[in-house]
């Protein structure tokens, strides 16, 4: 089991359709991570909120919206997908501590994308 | 953050410990060493994490040279739900919240019976 949960776990939606991912954790943890995650391949990451603040957005098409509506919650909206965005997306979270320590990320188990 | 390098794959049998290497020469004075997995179908899970110092916690122990250019994680008695792939990562102390977590491609550990 995973203090991060994340919903739905399998999702299909057509290029046209908008759909939305959630991330919820209640551990206390300020800073929430959206990666992505291709086949055989590690996880990247996509998007860093602190404090509820976006902090890192690593570039990402504007069809992936991220949200961060509480410092419990993390949303990631989708908007006119390509196949090729098909993916795992995992959530994660970790405590803000100062620059002298570093806290473990949590993952969630992620949502399997498929756009069709 | 430093690049690590490791070995893509290995195999262990079931109750020996396995050894995961991790070449990491270009770690700077203040990088941490960390340890992750993921299970098919998971998502990643910490294991561990080092500065200097030896590690061990009721997962497994982490060995880091005294030059801290590589490393060592260990599984002292693998059992078959430790097959996964196993990720070492170097991390710059946290920046507030600020930081990038960048996996590198991973050591696939198949436990054989």
């Known amino acids: 089991d995973t203090e991060v949960t994340q919903t739905p776990k399998h999702l299909v939606m057509g290029m046209t359709n908008k759909k939305s991912l959630k991330c919820e954790q209640h551990m206390g943890h300020r800073a929430m991570y959206w990666y992505k995650q291709k086949a055989k391949k590690p996880p990247e990451l996509m998007f860093v909120y602190s404090y509820e603040k976006l902090s890192i957005n690593e570039s990402v098409p504007s069809r992936f919206s991220p949200e961060c509506p509480n410092s419990s919650l993390l949303n990631l909206h989708l908007h006119a997908l390509q196949p090729e965005d098909s993916a795992l997306y995992l959530c994660a979270s970790s405590q803000v501590v100062s620059n002298n320590y570093n806290s473990p990320l949590h993952f969630g188990n992620g949502t399997r994308l498929t756009v069709t | ?113």
């Open chain 2, 1 to 113: 953050d430093a690049k690590t390098t490791q070995p893509p794959s290995m195999d262990c049998a079931e109750g020996r410990a396995a050894n995961l290497p991790c070449n990491h020469s270009t770690i700077s004075g203040n990088e941490y060493v960390y340890w992750y997995r993921q299970i098919h179908s998971q998502g990643p899970q910490y294991i561990i994490h080092g500065l200097k110092n030896n590690e061990t916690n009721e997962m497994a122990s982490l060995i880091i040279t005294e030059d801290r250019k590589s490393s060592t994680l260990i599984l002292p008695h693998a059992t078959l739900r430790d097959t996964a792939v196993y990720y070492c990562i170097v991390r710059l102390p946290s920046n507030f919240g600020n930081e990038k977590l960048t996996f590198g491609t991973g050591t696939r550990l198949t436990i054989i019976p």
